[in-house]
């Protein structure tokens, strides 16, 4: 099933909406012959007389006209929803219609069609539309059903981030839905912790559960980060630091625990595939307050040459100036921090070229 899934994704835009239209007008005919036999209708023409022949690459030409018309070939199916289905249910009745006009024409001007009454038209719609719809749920089954992880992790699941998401219910619903389709995988929601105080606590958007509400925001994910080592990313949604009050405490508690925080600021579709925008957490964001311009030539002369030491400097803040005294020339740059984790962290960051200037060391400065 995976194989299928990769192999379907793999291809490109254009070839797979040829080969969805191909589909589309193969599982038409098979609708009208199934819906002949179910009906156990007799008809007074041969099928495959050239008479016969017409009348399928007519009945092939309407289908794809209409499927067309009706939108069945602008969405990307990874994202289907319920409107999308209609549309194929609209699809399948203006073709059924547009058919049956179609017989009634052919028997006022030329002659009746044996075998051939409205019974077959309804049996027709229905075969067509579940038969058109299938092929789409199936696909839909195989993504979805692959990424249902809640803070479990398989062997070959290393790459997969674990989340947990806090932010509105409605962009919840967006990001559960777009990462269980995103192919490769990056993310996994394992929680969403709500910002609207009336939510359902309990519940679940798309499988995964709303495990906090406001004000408990900050005890939930303590909870959370001392109860489990498998939580990556906290991802916050549009506007929530002007939303909550403990923001800044939620991310001082998940950078602690060596958690990387960013924010979603919308969707990428860009190409084969989409992907999240998560934006880094700026300080200026954390503080509530502007930043202040930077003298960088001024701190350029300082620190170009010298014997720097950042404690703490495996941290959030500590990194920065960690990266910002090796770009200014500084001969060489020691951190000291109590995170072993943390510093490791903070090695896969630094530039290759850099690294012969830092060292690091696991100590507590308070020793």
């Known amino acids: 099933m995976t194989t299928y899934v990769e192999a379907v994704s793999g291809l490109r835009p254009k070839m797979r909406r040829a080969i969805i239209m191909v589909q589309d007008l193969v599982m038409v005919l098979i609708a009208v012959a199934l819906s002949l036999t179910l009906s156990q209708s007799r008809l007074s023409f041969d099928a495959f007389s050239s008479g016969g022949l017409a009348c399928w690459a007519l009945i092939v030409l309407l289908a794809h006209l209409l499927f067309r018309t009706c939108g069945l070939y602008s969405t990307v199916w990874r994202f289907a929803s319920t409107p999308d289905f209609f549309n ?18 052919y028997r006022s001007f030329f002659q009746p069609v044996a075998g051939l009454n409205e019974r077959q038209f309804i049996v027709f719609f229905l075969v067509s539309f579940t038969i058109i719809s299938a092929p789409r ?23 997969i981030k674990q989340a947990l998401f806090i932010g509105r219910l ?3 619903d967006v990001i559960v839905r777009f990462t269980r389709t995103a192919v490769p995988a ?35 994910l303590e909870e959370y980060v001392k109860g489990t080592e498998s939580l990556d990313l906290l991802i916050f949604g549009k506007g929530v630091e002007r939303e909550i009050e403990d923001y800044a405490e939620l991310v001082r508690v998940a950078r602690h625990s060596g958690i990387a925080v960013v924010q979603f600021s919308g969707l990428s579709e860009l190409g084969q595939g989409g992907k999240l925008v998560l934006d880094a957490v700026e300080m200026e964001t954390i503080m509530r307050r502007s930043a202040v311009a930077t003298d ?4 350029g ?8 030491l950042v404690t703490g ?18 001969e060489a740059v020691l951190v000291a921090d109590n995170s072993e984790f943390g510093i490791f962290q903070l090695d896969q960051i630094i530039d290759e070229k850099d690294r012969d200037r830092l060292a690091s060391r696991i100590v507590d400065v308070t020793d």
């Not at 002369?301 to 720097?308: L, Q, S, T």
């Not at 959030?316 to 500084?330: D, F, M, P, Y």
Request: aromatic residues 6%.
């Open 170 to 172: 409605s962009e919840a």
């Open 88 to 105: 194929i249910l609209k699809g399948c009745g203006s073709l059924t219609v547009v058919l049956y006009l179609a017989s009634i024409a």
């Open 301 to 308: 002369v300082f620190v170009g040459g010298k014997r720097v």
């Open 296 to 299: 960088i030539a001024r701190i």
């Open 313 to 330: 400097g495996a941290g959030s803040i500590g990194r920065v100036l960690v990266k910002r005294a090796l770009e200014l020339g500084a």
């Open 186 to 220: 990056e993310y996994a929601i394992a929680g969403i912790m709500a910002t609207e105080a009336g939510a359902p606590l309990g519940t679940q958007i798309q499988g995964v559960p709303v495990v906090a509400l406001r004000p408990r925001l900050v005890e939930v």
């Open 137 to 159: 749920l199936y696909y839909r089954f195989l993504r979805d059903g692959a990424s249902w992880r809640i803070l479990r992790r398989a062997a070959g699941d290393a790459s």
